[in-house]
């Protein structure tokens, strides 16, 4: 019995890190997205281009629904609608769904920025839009690309957490705001009523690897708090958790199961599985500058 546990670790060994550092990742050990959208997203979501978690409000039926309810749910938080020549800078921006779809509520007068680090993915939202300032960038030298700028919104949707200096992230944002702007952040860390024992280590482990969360950044709510408001000023916080990670493990898993054939107990064993052993918390925060 303990030979076959050895040769089952060894074995789930070889598949992740085949499976996850030699498919889904870059040479730089950034995420493959145009791989994780085929293989996963549009797995369960066909065309859908948003790589978040999703608001799963009541009525929110659909992943691609639960992202729009996301995205309508910052730009009400941003406060962005009936306001003129606003200066916004979405940071970690993906494939820019989120910019197109702020862009249609919003008055033309407004300009977008959109940045992220994976080429791909902008070079796949240049194509769909041009009326809005898609640009590859790195967060952490955000501040040295906009030096000569200043922003009335800075949006960081689910993108923080891949940061390998959240903190300085922070401070770059605060330099960057206007004195009456807004920043907006979506963000996940520690849940810490996470109990901790063999599993749930190599559980989190495994989430933190695949969605390429650094170290420094497994912390807990009240570490997250104190990194944030010592940078900005935080004037709203939300934990949004309990209409985000279950409700999506839920669908995704039931869903994928579903499109592929699998049977219907496998999709309830593993979104009980991914609901009891995910270790995050999600939340939401608006800010002005410090």
Known sequence: MFRQCILLCVLFTC?????????FRKHND???YNVFLKCFIHAVSNHNYYMNYGLWTEGVSTLEEANLQLVKFVFHKSEMADQSNLNILDIGCGYGEQDMEWLKHMDTTNRIT????SEEQIY?????NTDICFDICDASYIELKYKNQTFDRIISLESAFHYQERTL???????LLKDNGKFIITDIMLNPSYKTNQITKLCLYIFADVLCIPAKNLITEEKWDKQLSSELNVIESINLSDKTFQPYYTYFMKQYCKNHNYPDWVGCALSDFFCTYQPFLYKIAICTKK
């Open 15 to 23: 598949i992740y890190t085949i499976g996850v550092h030699r498919y």
């Open 30 to 32: 950034v995420i493959s």
């Open 114 to 117: 959109a940045v992220d680090i």
């Open 124 to 128: 796949s939202a240049m194509k769909k």
């Open 169 to 175: 992230f922070f401070k770059q944002v605060n330099h």
